[in-house]
């Protein structure tokens, strides 16, 4: 009957094993180049692809305030980039709740947002569009203060303020505004996206206040050499 290893034996020849296999794995990279060619080592070369700018942008529509206002008020936000810019995760859209102000006028939305995209430009830096709603007690629901804001071009921790407007009409549309509400509207977010120019044609008056905190993280374009600040 053939004899058995004992545990000491295996463990032993186990060990040499792992030498040896080691032993014939391992590469001298004190030596030249010029010593390893027959091993055809290719040292990975990193082109501009591997540099691809990068932007995160995370953070919360904090809430509104400066609104003569005492019915509720929400908020859509609409994500803007310019053509040389590409979502890597399709964002939901931004839509809060509906909130009423508290003493100080002050409405609390605490509203997360998270995009992340990759670059080829500075071109059409990511901005939001901001579209303020009033809910009144009958249910109606009125879209009035439109405003706009470029999110920061640095990395960092950012508080922002957006002022929003809305247009205003001639004395019988402010009429009509102030007793059965329904300020007039834009039929049209171009002034705020596409055309600036536009604004120049429209009479507008002052709303209130969006708060934002952004957060901002960046990779890679200062080795492109694209400054953003």
């Known amino acids: 009957m053939p004899r058995l290893d004992s545990k000491e034996e295996r463990d032993h020849k186990i060990k040499e094993e792992l030498e040896e296999l080691n032993n014939k794995l391992e590469i001298d990279l004190s030596r030249d180049d010029s010593e390893n060619d027959h091993l055809n080592l290719e040292r990975p070369i990193r082109t501009k692809a591997d540099y691809k700018p990068e932007a995160l942008f995370v953070g919360q529509i904090l809430g509104a305030d400066g609104f003569d206002n005492e019915d509720a008020l929400f908020l859509e936000v609409i994500f803007k980039h310019g053509d040389h810019w590409k979502l890597l995760a399709l964002p939901s859209p931004i839509q809060t709740h509906s909130c009423y102000p508290d003493e100080d006028g002050t409405y609390v939305f605490a509203h997360p947002f998270e995009f ?18 009033r809910l009144d007690d009958f249910g109606k629901i009125d879209a009035i203060a439109y405003g706009s804001i470029t999110l920061p071009n640095e990395a960092g921790t950012f508080e922002l303020e957006c002022s929003t407007w809305r247009p205003m009409g001639n004395c019988i549309d402010e009429s009509y505004s102030f007793f059965l509400g329904g300020p007039p509207k834009l ?8 055309d600036l120019t536009l604004r120049e044609n429209i009479s507008t008056v002052s ?22 600040s």
């Open 207 to 228: 709303s209130g206040n969006i708060h934002i905190q952004c957060d901002v993280i960046l990779k890679s374009f200062e080795d492109l050499g694209i400054k953003t």
């Open 116 to 133: 992340y995209l990759t670059s080829g430009s500075i071109h059409g830096w990511p901005k939001f569009i901001i579209k303020v709603y």
């Open 187 to 194: 039929t049209t977010l171009n002034p705020l996206t596409r």
